[in-house]
């Protein structure tokens, strides 16, 4: 007989699954994590067991593009957090390497899930799913989707298709067998690292900090720290108002010109130097020709889309923590792991 509650969390090596695993086992529930690669499971063990005690963490291997392993990953869970999703660094040649994938897998994990008698599912969507193919003077709610009619990326679409296909799978089961499904849709999410693997996202810093940019452009970012990711995810497994809802996860926005001046201050005394020379929007757009970094950039020239989050900060009591803490964190983490 169990003694604690299990939950799945697939993805369990990404940057918010290590840090929601950890916040898991320190409230006292089992997890069980999939692993695409089950040869690194030694090492994320050992990252973990720096943070939390790791009596009650085990893995399987599954993997989105293959049916195997998702039904053992559900034997017995009271509860899933669906995380695994590619995140590319550069735009992909094609879209449905990230489309297929993201949508696919989204569908075996929940599929596993409602077969196994699942009660609840958390998953994690982006404000991906949400900003596509709206203007930037618009402020956006948890009833937005993006428009995937619209040329908005291969990433946006990927998280928008997984999005609304897990809801439409959801809403056509027959009510006795339908879980509850809640939806955490994350912005840009920055913080320290619990392993030496880094995500996509702190891209952004570690070029600063390695000077590996021309210039800094006109981008805004709507920025969240990993440890109110988690949190949000681990309270809409319980909380009574998640189900059937989306929550959009953002603490602030901050230019890519700010967040290059905050690292400046922190860092400079440690002997790092961080370029603060704006690049202006015609240089992107010829760098964009030849860069598959800079295709992307291109595409979020601009202020960051404003955003509505009462519904997350209402429910949850949600007060997450000030972005240029995250920030700093987030270097500090990246030179203690020495990745810069």
């Known amino acids: 007989m169990k003694n604690t509650t299990l939950v799945t969390v697939t993805g369990a090596s990404g940057f918010i699954a290590l840090h929601t695993i950890c916040l898991l086992l320190q409230q006292g529930y089992s997890v069980r994590g999939t692993l695409r690669d089950v040869s690194r499971m030694e090492n994320l063990v050992k990252s973990l067991s720096n943070h939390c005690d790791v009596t009650n963490l085990s893995f399987v291997r599954a993997e989105l593009n293959d049916d195997d392993g998702w039904a053992d990953a559900m034997v017995d869970a009271d509860y899933l957090l669906h995380m695994a999703s590619p995140l590319p660094a550069e735009a992909p040649k094609d879209e449905n390497d990230l489309i ?50 619209k040329d908005i990326g291969a990433y946006q ?20 067998k339908r879980p509850e499904l809640s939806v955490i849709n994350p912005g840009f999410v920055l913080g320290p690292l619990l392993d030496a693997d880094t995500s996509a996202s702190h891209e952004i810093i570690r070029r600063l900090l390695v000077r590996d940019v021309p210039g800094i452009p006109n981008i ?20 009574a108002a998640a189900p059937g809802k989306r929550y959009i996860c953002v603490a602030e926005a901050m230019s890519f010109r700010d967040i290059a001046a905050c690292l400046k201050r922190h860092v400079a005394p440690k002997g790092y130097e961080v370029i603060q020379r704006p690049a202006p929007d015609w240089l992107v757009h010829f760098l964009a020709l030849f860069s ?35 920030v700093e964190e987030t270097a500090d983490s990246l030179i203690a792991h020495k990745i810069v």
């Open 100 to 149: 297929v994938p993201a949508r696919d897998g989204a569908l075996r994990a929940i599929k596993a899930a409602v077969d196994a008698g699942v009660k609840r599912i958390v998953m994690t969507s982006s404000i991906a799913a949400v900003s596509g193919g709206h203007a930037k003077s618009a402020t956006l709610d948890d009833s937005h989707w993006s428009d995937i009619e």
């Open 220 to 239: 805004g970012f709507s920025l969240v720290d990993v440890r109110d990711v988690a949190s949000a995810h681990v309270t809409a497994l319980t909380h």
């Open 292 to 326: 598959p970094t800079f295709k992307l950039v291109v595409t979020r020239l601009g202020p960051a889309t404003k955003f509505d989050t009462s519904r997350i900060r209402d429910d949850f009591d949600w007060r997450p923590m000030q972005m240029t803490r995250s």
């Open 157 to 176: 679409k990927s998280k928008t298709i997984a999005e609304r296909a897990s809801w439409d799978f959801i809403g056509s089961l027959p009510a006795e």
